[in-house]
T-cell receptor, first 114, second 109 residues
Framework: DAMVIQNPRYQVTQFGKPVTLSCSQT?????MYWYQQKSSQAPKLLFHYYDKDFNNEADTPDNFQSRRPNTSFCFLDIRSPGLGDAAMYLC?????????????FGPGTRLTVL | TQLLEQSPQFLSIQEGENLTVYCNSSSVFSSLQWYRQEPGEGPVLLVTVVTGGEVKKLKRLTFQFGDARKDSSLHITAAQPGDTGLYLCAGGLGNMLTFGGGTRLMVKP
């Protein structure tokens, strides 16, 4: 089945210790997104790639970086995690089709910062 | 800034009851998606509506897009405990989605 895969599902890191979350997709979608979701809140967009073009949200901290080495993979790097970065991180993909955009989400990575 | 207001924020009902969740905006969207999210998992797409006035049914769930494409509703008939979760509406424009704040639904047996 075509899908969006995130690894790991759970990640524990220490305050200030860099961490990388990964996302892969078999949907061959050209757009990939990273969202941060805190408890019982809506997902908050951090950035997205349209093919190789990187688009950063204005309020995404510099601490968050992303890489997309190819169509299938996208990484989220948190350079110096703080306690406030503990959250669920969601990867999503979409293939722009006509006038609308359906996004398909992975299962998420739950990040804990000690 | 486009905003989507979702109501109610929380809903706790008994199995068998009906409910409606609303999603309202002053902005026009090209599409409206509804997602359901269970604890510890990513949102799962339930439906996409794109035409003003469109109604879609998914078993006991009925989704409607407002005539002006600014609002939407989700109606669940005879709710079951398996319907428990966070329901998110999201308005689409270009390659971006604007999410509502979510409705946390709990259906008690």
């Amino acid at each position: 089945d075509a899908m969006v895969i995130q690894n790991p599902r759970y990640q524990v890191t220490q305050f200030g210790k860099p961490v990388t979350l990964s996302c892969s997709q078999t949907l061959n979608h050209n757009v990939m997104y990273w969202y941060q979701q805190k408890s019982s809140q809506a997902p908050k967009l951090l950035f997205h790639y349209y093919d190789k073009d990187f688009n950063n949200e204005a309020d995404t901290p510099d601490n968050f970086q992303s890489r997309r080495p190819n169509t299938s993979f996208c990484f989220l790097d948190i350079r110096s995690p703080g306690l406030g970065d503990a959250a669920m991180y969601l990867c999503a993909t979409s293939r722009l089709a006509g006038a609308y955009n359906e996004q398909f989400f992975g299962p998420g990575t739950r990040l804990t910062v000690l | 800034t486009q905003l989507l207001e979702q109501s109610p924020q929380f809903l706790s009902i008994q199995e068998g009851e009906n409910l409606t969740v609303y999603c309202n905006s002053s902005s026009v969207f090209s599409s409206l998606q509804w997602y359901r999210q269970e604890p510890g998992e990513g949102p799962v797409l339930l439906v996409t509506v794109v035409t003003g006035g469109e109604v879609k049914k998914l078993k006991r769930l009925t989704f409607q897009f407002g005539d002006a494409r600014k609002d939407s509703s989700l109606h669940i008939t005879a709710a079951q405990p398996g319907d428990t979760g966070l329901y998110l509406c999201a308005g689409g424009l270009g390659n971006m989605l604007t999410f509502g704040g979510g409705t946390r639904l709990m259906v008690k047996p």
